[in-house]
């Protein structure tokens, strides 16, 4: 996903994440936009929307453009990333599968996109490519991942956004998240008022949010 002017979505997934919810491993990234009226802050109160039944988290990588890219190879993607961050890909998933068309509804409510608390530069991670991990929900370990389980690596999903739309300095692009998701449990367990997530990720910092109602 991105978030500037616009936010695009790579859900490339974790292997792991595809199975939990029954999907099939994608040869390609699919994409999906997220309002950048969803933006929130990494310790900010999420809004459990008065029409949701079923909020679910995703604790995701997010890659911070750094400069104009289009049309670029995978072997120049590192050129153009400036950072990494931390994200809660927020999910409402009755409005995002069972609805009528795209996902776009079920990932932008307010709040629905939590950023940070840092940018981190390329020069302080030593390797994108394996780093833990979690998310937390009233203390209870939903997540454990790292990104070395991602079906598509950050060199290669920068490159092929690239060829679909230009990027700009600024736009964060998400990468799916691993498995642990309260859609891929059974019985399924959903987000409600009250309910406080910790989220991490090596080298990326932590977040502390609590569902509050709309």
């Not at 931390?86 to 939590?114: A, C, F």
């Not at 990104?147 to 950050?154: A, D, G, H, P, R």
Request: aromatic share 8%.
């Amino acid at each position: 996903m991105y978030y500037k002017q616009e936010i695009c979505c790579n859900r490339s997934k974790y292997s792991d994440h595809a199975a939990e919810t029954g999907a099939t491993i994608p040869s390609e990234p699919i994409i999906f936009m997220k309002a950048t009226s969803c933006i929130n802050g990494p310790n900010d109160d999420i809004e459990l929307a008065l029409n949701s039944k079923k909020l679910d988290w995703e604790v995701e990588l997010g890659i911070v453009i750094g400069k104009e890219t289009k049309n670029i190879s995978e072997k120049d993607s590192a050129n153009h990333i400036f950072g990494y961050c931390l994200v809660n890909d927020l999910s409402e998933r009755e409005w995002q599968i069972e609805k009528m068309g795209q996902w776009v509804k079920g990932k932008s409510h307010d709040t629905y996109g939590p950023i940070g608390p840092y940018l981190v530069t390329t020069d302080e991670i030593t390797n994108i490519n394996n780093l833990n991990l979690s998310l937390d929900v009233n203390g209870k370990r939903m997540q454990t991942g790292n990104t070395n389980k991602m079906i598509f690596n950050v060199n290669f999903i920068v490159s092929y956004l690239s060829n679909y739309m230009s990027l700009q300095s600024g736009d964060i692009i998400t990468t799916g998240t691993p498995s642990g998701v309260g859609m891929g449990m059974k019985p399924q367990v959903f987000l409600k008022a009250g309910d406080e997530l910790k989220l991490s990720i090596d080298n990326l910092g932590e977040q502390n949010s609590k569902v509050i109602l709309e």
